[in-house]
């Protein structure tokens, strides 16, 4: 009932994945307390007549009947198709590959990233458009699933109230998988996942919950909860299966020497955002050295990653914004000017470019860990790492910028690019967003472009050339939405920062 899906993929091994479920909303999947027998097949043709290699194993109910089976002695850079059988019942064909061998340059890889796909406010379009693409893989960066509890006047319902507990985190799982147009995407290609907060609860920083009344202690039972869930539901290696309220989720992929991708985690590791959250000035809080989005041992191995790094093009696929993007206080007047105009919508003037003091920042992001922040670019700098961009999602809507060691310094080179992705449906419908980047590009000469419309990224990757393609989903709160390109961007090896095709 819940599809099937692939994952986490090398030049030689995958993760071959599905969860058996009869009653979607049923905490147990509406199966026995006991465990079931699962056959898997992998074979190089999708008629299975030369089947490459195939085995049982066990569904447990303490695992909520999840299936993780790690398929290894594979030939490199290889499609195959595979399938699952319990009892009389067979699952759809899914389809997946390997990676190229880590010696080799490949000439091309053709990838997606997307985030946010909250169940209620709208429809998954853009899977179905993403299934269309011709890609070698998918990476998502967070938010598969939201916590909150069902609401009425949405366009679908999630099923029971906030989620709290193992069971009501698995029931929330399913139905989101229980989605078509997500597991026949899931059924397309490998996926690389990470998670964001709403896997376990808005905006959350380690142990602190965001609400008040929460100690750390009750928090990290409910995140014990919601990481073998999530654990449960996605293609994921053993090494990340949960222990209690700690999973290693960070990890290194090389699609040969074209790309090394370091997914990241920046939920589990980081200290509590700065100043209250929300948007907030640069201040001492925002600038304390003690701020980290990525702990200690996560840093520390992303820059011996770095420092080793063959490829072509070093790939950070994470959650939050690393643009240092102000935002001018609306109550806050703008500089005096006999001739400036205020855009009604946005509460911004064209009175010119305010000063870094005067904006505002979002403190859940990268600029509430500026210390860390200025670090990483750092190190991306002075170890001459070939071509890093950056993968990011969470704000639901799209974005380009070029990253600075002060982006409020257009004087100084470039570090590195980012490409921040829309929702797939968190936010409902959105709008291009025209007038608004035109204001925030006067104090924000880091940013390329905005678009606040659902939508996804997929990039063409060679050895010479990064391009960006940004696809827009006109309407996602009714059916029938068209999915058209935005816009596309492209990033030059051996060059930096992006320039629009």
């Known amino acids: 009932r819940l599809g099937v899906a692939s994952g986490d993929p090398d030049h030689q091994s995958l993760v071959l994945w599905t969860r058996l479920c009869a009653e979607v909303l049923q905490p147990d ?85 997307a985030s946010c796909q909250h169940y209620e406010t709208g429809l998954y379009t853009a899977y179905g458009h993403m299934a269309e693409q011709d890609l070698d893989l998918v990476c998502h960066l967070g938010d598969s699933i939201y916590e909150g509890k069902g609401r009425d006047g949405l366009v679908r319902k999630h099923h029971g109230g906030k ?18 147009l997500l597991a026949a995407m899931h059924a397309r290609c490998p996926w690389f996942v990470t998670w964001d907060d709403h896997e376990v609860e808005n905006n959350y920083a380690d142990d602190h919950s965001e609400r008040p009344n929460v100690t750390p202690e009750q928090f990290l039972q409910q995140r014990a909860a919601a ?40 939920r ?34 992303l820059a011996a990653g770095l420092r080793r790094s063959p490829a072509r093009w070093q790939v950070l696929a994470q959650q939050v914004m690393m643009g240092l993007v102000g935002h001018r206080p609306k109550a806050t007047p703008a500089p005096a000017k006999a001739d ?18 005067e904006l505002r920042f979002a403190m859940d992001q990268w600029p509430g860990y500026f210390h860390e922040r200025a670090w990483l670019l750092r190190q991306l700098a002075a170890q001459k790492t070939a071509n890093p961009i950056v993968l990011t999602g969470d704000i639901h809507s799209h974005w380009v910028n070029d990253l600075r060691l002060d982006d409020h310094a257009p004087q100084l080179p470039v570090v590195a690019s980012e490409f921040v992705g829309s929702s797939i449906s968190s936010g409902g419908d ?24 659902r939508g996804y990224v997929a990039c063409t990757v060679t050895p010479e050339l990064w391009t960006a393609d940004y696809f827009t989903v006109d309407q996602v709160t009714r059916p029938g939405g068209v999915t058209s390109l935005a816009a596309r961007f492209h990033v030059a090896a051996g060059q930096r920062g992006v320039h629009r095709d």
């Open 29 to 113: 999947g509406g199966l026995p307390n006991a465990p079931v027998e699962v056959a898997w097949e992998l074979a190089d043709d999708e008629r299975f007549t030369a089947v490459r290699a195939r085995g049982t194993t066990l569904a447990v109910p303490e695992l909520g009947h999840a299936v993780h089976v790690e398929v290894a002695g594979l030939p490199a850079d290889r499609w195959f198709h595979y399938r699952f059988r319990a009892g009389d019942a067979e699952s759809p064909i899914g389809r997946t590959r390997t990676l190229p061998a880590p010696t080799v340059l490949p000439e091309r890889l053709r990838f997606a990233f």
């Open 163 to 180: 989620l709290q507990t193992l069971h009501d985190y698995r029931v929330r799982h399913a139905q989101y998988r229980s989605d078509p």
């Open 227 to 266: 990481y073998q869930a999530y654990y449960e539901a996605m293609p994921l290696r053993r090494a990340a299966l949960p222990k209690g309220p700690h999973s290693q989720l960070y990890r290194h992929a090389a699609y040969g020497r074209l790309v090394d991708l370091f997914v990241l985690d920046t």
């Open 268 to 301: 589990q590791y980081r200290t509590v955002q700065p100043n209250g959250d929300g948007r907030k000035p640069l201040n001492a809080a925002a600038r304390d050295p003690g701020n980290t989005l990525l702990g200690a041992a996560q840093r520390e191995w």
């Open 340 to 357: 400036a105009k205020t855009d009604a919508k946005t509460g911004q003037s064209d009175a010119g470019p305010a000063h870094v003091d």
């Open 430 to 453: 959105g709008e291009p967003a025209a007038a608004e980047l035109a204001a925030l590009q006067r104090d924000n000469p880091c940013v390329q472009f905005l678009n606040r419309q």
